[in-house]
């Protein structure tokens, strides 16, 4: 029997293709489409609209950046915000901090937890029963205009700016997420591939900088997402955070007490440096 193979649509003229040994769950909710692949090499793949989400073989890595990159560099996170994440991998990797106090995660599609609490179990890893945890179901986007809620730090972990995350993309959003920022507060985001989605991280570039004091990205390479590296996107209105040692990086770390697969702060530093394309790309950066 010839092997069954599904193909990615994120992109119009290329996509990877993942053989499929098994379909384990397929639906359609009032947002999305969802379904939970098998594929020999990643494991159980999470899709949402045809695009690859979520791994269980390399989701540390997404994971893992997405959180300590931020709590390491603000020093003193007490309260979160994280926008999506149904998935429930960057509330487990915010809950491994004793400092966090309180996390508020705020995912509009009940259908992605309920999904990757039975099928990607090791994701939240208990986490959506932390007591520390406080989830919503509602759009991100409107929760950010009316919320009176503030935060040390706000994650951004939506889908591509297609569907119901296109909102998570705009000035608005990120003027609302501004808001909801303490003083010194850190807002960062999942901004897609670089190589793949240049307009996408442009635009996110002109939009952060007309209203955060210092913007920038930072990176890491995310097997399948396909393209090069995923890039981070980083806004707070101190610059200084963003551009703190790997001494001080690492003090910090070693007094985390979190065991890690792939971030380092030798690689927290690192991954601020952005090749020549991206800088040349990103308006003001050239310089860098
Ligand atoms: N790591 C993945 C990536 O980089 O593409 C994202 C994973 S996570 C599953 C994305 C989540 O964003 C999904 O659970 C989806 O339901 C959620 N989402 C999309 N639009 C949203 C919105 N407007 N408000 C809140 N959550 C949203």
């Known amino acids: 029997m010839s092997q069954e ?3 990615e649509t994120l992109y119009p003229d290329y996509g990877q293709s993942l053989a499929v040994d098994e379909v384990l769950f397929e639906t359609r909710s009032e947002h999305q489409h969802l379904s939970i692949i098998h594929n020999p090499r990643f494991g159980r793949v999470l899709t949402l609209d045809g695009v690859v989400q979520t791994t269980e073989r390399d ?4 994971h893992e950046m997405l959180t300590h990159v ?4 603000h020093g003193a996170v ?7 994440g149904g998935d429930g991998g960057i509330l487990r990797e915010v809950c491994r901090h004793a400092g966090i106090e309180h996390v508020t995660q705020v995912e509009i599609d009940q259908a992605v937890i309920d999904l990757c609490r039975e099928y990607l179990p090791d994701h939240s890893a208990g986490a959506f029963d932390d ?9 991100g986007f409107a929760f950010v205009q009316n919320c009176s809620e503030r935060f040390d730090l706000i994650i951004s972990d939506s889908t591509d700016p297609q569907g119901p ?3 998570l993309f705009t000035s608005d959003f990120y003027a609302g997420c501004q808001r909801c920022l303490k003083p010194g507060g850190v807002l960062v985001t999942q901004n897609g591939v670089a190589f793949m989605q240049m307009d996408e991280v442009i635009n996110t570039a002109h939009r952060l ?3 955060f004091t210092d913007w ?9 997402y396909v393209g090069g590296i995923m890039t981070f996107a980083w806004a707070s209105d101190d610059p200084a955070l963003r551009q703190q040692d790997a001494d001080r990086i690492r003090q910090r770390w070693n007094g985390a007490g979190v065991e890690t697969r792939y971030y380092t702060p030798e690689l927290h530093v690192g991954a601020f440096a952005l090749p020549r394309y991206i800088l040349d790309a990103l308006p003001g950066k050239r310089q860098d």
């Open 5 to 7: 193979f599904w193909t």
């Open 209 to 211: 900088g007309g209203l």
């Open 131 to 139: 007591p520390r945890a406080h989830i919503v179901i509602d759009d």
């Open 78 to 84: 007490k309260r979160v915000l994280i926008i999506g």
């Open 59 to 62: 989701e540390f890595i997404y």
């Open 165 to 167: 995350g296109e909102v």
């Open 70 to 73: 931020p709590i390491m560099a």
């Open 216 to 224: 920038h990205f930072y990176g890491a390479a995310v097997p399948t």
